[in-house]
């Protein structure tokens, strides 16, 4: 099985912060990997998919990077609305996903 | 628009059964696959099943293996979670979601299961 871990846990930061959080794999995954954002009490949403694809109608301050086993995310100037915890997905081989990094001020 | 609504669910004691359903509508049901993933209270998030677009090929995390049994039902573009003996461990939120090249592009609303005696 492929494990991801993801970090930090949490991370304190305020609006206009440039933040990055890390997702590895235990195995390659070449670009199968995903990223999403979940609020409480919400389904999660996908943000970026192949590692780096923004989907559709997901604001560009969010990218994403990454081959083989190491990914990140990165928002470039945080907005109110995306406080929130964040989750990587490794598709490659089944799915996994990381444990969630909380963003919070 | 897409929709996965979801249905069932509940309170049952350790070693008991629930069947949680899954309506589609606003797609070709048959031309996707689907999964169940669930999320215990605070916790993250947990792949447990996978169905493929036919019904013919399903897996199973090792959590659920042998428990739980996924199925689907194509005229009826309807998603099953069949939860056999289940335990405490159990308890979580479970979603039906929907793939799309091979990342999940739809989630359904989620339906809360307490196994609790």
């Known amino acids: 099985d492929i494990q991801m871990t993801q970090s930090p846990s949490t991370l304190s930061a305020s609006v206009g912060d440039r933040v990055t959080i890390t997702c590895r794999a235990s195995?390659?995954?070449?670009?199968?990997l995903a990223w999403y954002q979940q609020k409480p009490g919400k389904a999660p949403k996908v943000l970026i998919y192949?590692?780096?694809s923004l989907e559709s109608g997901v604001p560009s301050r969010f990218s994403g990077s990454g081959s083989g086993t190491e990914f990140t995310l990165t928002i470039s100037s945080l907005q109110p609305d995306d406080f929130a915890t964040y989750y990587c997905?490794?598709?490659?081989?089944?799915?996994?996903f990381g444990q969630g990094t909380k963003v919070d001020i | 628009e897409v929709q996965l609504v979801q249905s069932g669910g509940g309170s049952v004691h350790p070693g008991g059964s629930l069947r949680l359903s899954c309506a589609a509508s606003?797609?070709?049901?048959?031309?996707?696959?689907l999964n169940w993933v669930r999320q215990a209270p605070g916790k993250g998030l947990e792949w447990i099943s996978y169905?493929?677009?036919?019904?013919?090929?399903?897996y199973y995390a090792d959590s659920v293996k042998g428990r739980f049994t996924i199925s689907r039902d194509n005229a009826k573009n309807s998603l099953y979670l069949q939860m056999n003996n289940l335990r405490a461990e159990d308890t979580a939120v479970y979603s039906c979601?929907?793939?799309?090249?091979?990342?999940?592009?739809?989630w359904g609303q989620g339906t809360l299961v307490i196994v609790s005696s």
């Open positions: 979601v929907r793939v799309y090249s091979n990342y999940f592009d739809n």
């Open positions: 606003g797609f070709t049901f048959s031309n996707y696959e």
């Open positions: 169905i493929s677009g036919g019904g013919e090929t399903m």
């Open positions: 195995q390659s995954i070449s670009t199968s």
């Open positions: 192949k590692a780096s």
């Open positions: 997905q490794q598709y490659g081989s089944l799915w996994t």
